[in-house]
């Protein structure tokens, strides 16, 4: 026995998915099913509408720094350093292995032997970095468009093809 849906259901899932994606065990007899669909379908749409997804290998980095409780500076040290954030615990000290460094220590004594001084001059936090990507990612493509307008010959008009 199949129940008849309200116009505001129907609207949302013609709007959400194209036709043909609608299957009937959606609409029959029971509330929940259908009602469980919907709100799968609205929280879908709406979850990474806007966002910027920072990209998997900045992700590492960030997860490192939360899970170590590392700051801006050890991470920066750690990436100029060439350390692999999924290597970390394999690093850090434990109760069973005090002959190890704390992980903070450790990538300061390392840093500290390569570089020859104890911190980076200019810390850069890594979101910082993604959104400066972004920006000078930003900007090329605007010069790149600016540049395909202009007049071939050099006269500095606009062209219009």
């Not at 949302?12 to 609608?22: R, S, W």
């Not at 749409?45 to 700051?71: C, T």
Request: aromatic content about 10%; cysteine-free.
């Amino acid at each position: 026995m199949v129940t008849q849906m309200s116009t505001y259901v129907k609207t949302v899932f013609a709007k959400a998915h194209p036709v043909g994606l609608l299957q009937p065990w959606m609409f029959a007899g029971s509330t929940p099913v259908w009602h469980s669909v919907l709100t799968k379908l609205k929280a879908d749409r709406y979850s990474s509408v806007g966002k910027k997804k920072i990209p998997e290998k900045y992700q590492r980095w960030i997860g490192a720094r939360k899970r170590y409780h590392l700051s801006h500076a050890h991470i920066q040290m750690a990436r100029e350093l060439g350390l692999n954030p999924k290597k970390f615990g394999s690093l850090d000290s434990t109760k069973r292995q005090p002959r190890k460094l704390p992980l903070p220590e450790f990538i300061e004594e390392l840093y500290t032997k390569h570089f020859k001084k104890n911190r980076p001059e200019n810390v850069r936090f890594i979101e910082q970095m993604v959104r400066d990507y972004r920006k000078q990612k930003h900007e090329r493509k605007i010069r790149r468009i600016e540049k395909k307008n202009i007049d071939p010959s050099g006269e500095g008009e606009e062209w219009q093809q």
